[in-house]
C-alpha cells in the first residue's frame, strides 16, 4: 500500500512534468504542488522539497503554474484554488464538484493574456460531471488572483473523465485541450485562441470501452508532439494515436495490452 501511494505520487509528478512541458517553454513549470501539502522547486536545478502547500489531498492531480522566472502564480486542486501565499484564492473555493482523478487539473494559460488563465478541471466519472473550467485573473488582487468565471460545463465532453492534457499549437500561440470521452467514445480536441475557448470540440473516434474502470488512467503527449498515449482500465490498456499539431487531428493507430495493473506511462525524452 505505502508503495502504491508512493508510485501514485511520482506518477502525478512525471504528468505534470511532460504536461507543462508541452504548454510552457520557459519556467512556468519550475514549482510543483501535490498531495498531503508537498511539493518540490527545481528553480535551481535540483529539485528541492517544499512543506507549504495546502493541497490536503492524498491523490488526484493538482494543477501548479508560476510566471516566466519561476515564481509562484497559484495553483489548485478538485475544489480549490489555492495563491501563491498559500491562501485561498477569491471566489475560487467550494465549486460544484470535488472529485478525483489522474490528471484532474490543468492550468493553460490565456493566448497573448498577461493575466488570464484556464484551469480545467475533469474527475472520475463516478464523481463528476465531465470536463468543466474556471478563469483566473492573476492581475486582481494585487496579485493574488480572483477567479472571474466559475463551474463552465463543456456540454460536449459531458463524458470525459480522469485525463486532460494539452499543447501548443504549431503556430506557437493558439493551444489545444485534448480530453477522452467514455460513453460516446471519442477523443474531444478543443482549441484556445486570443478571442477564447471554442467549446465545441473536434471529435475523434475511440475504441468502445466497456468496464467501470475503463475510465482511469493518463493522457501523454510525446515531446515531438507528434503521438498521443491514453491507457486506461483493469488490467491497463493503451491507445497509441498519432496527434497532428496544426489540425488537432488524432488518429487511432492501435491497442496494446500487457497484463499489468499500471496507471501511468512515460515517452523517452526521444
Known sequence: ML????????????????????VYGQREADRWYFGYNSGLNFNSGEPEVLYDGHTHVPYGAVGTVCDSISNLLFYSTADTVYTYQHTYMENG??????????????????????SLYFVFR????KDGMGLSYNIVDISKNNGLGAVI????????????????????HKNKRDIWVITRKFREDS???YLITPEGINDIPSLYPAPDIIGQ??????????????YLFANYGSPMTTEVCRFNSETGVIELLYELSIGLNMYGLEFSPD
Open 213 to 226: 474502470d475503463g475510465d482511469v488512467g493518463v493522457f501523454k503527449l510525446s515531446y515531438s508532439k507528434k
Open 122 to 125: 475533469v474527475p472520475d466519472l
Open 187 to 189: 477523443y474531444a480536441v
Open 149 to 168: 468565471v466559475r463551474d463552465v460545463i463543456l456540454a460536449h465532453a459531458w463524458d470525459a473523465s480522469d485525463k486532460v492534457t494539452a499543447t501548443l
Open 3 to 22: 508503495f502504491r501511494k508512493i508510485a501514485n505520487k511520482i506518477l502525478t509528478l512525471i504528468t505534470i512534468a511532460t504536461l507543462m512541458s508541452n
Open 93 to 114: 473555493y467550494d465549486f460544484d464538484y470535488s472529485g478525483s482523478g489522474l490528471q484532474s487539473n490543468l492550468i493553460v494559460q490565456w493566448p497573448e493574456s498577461d
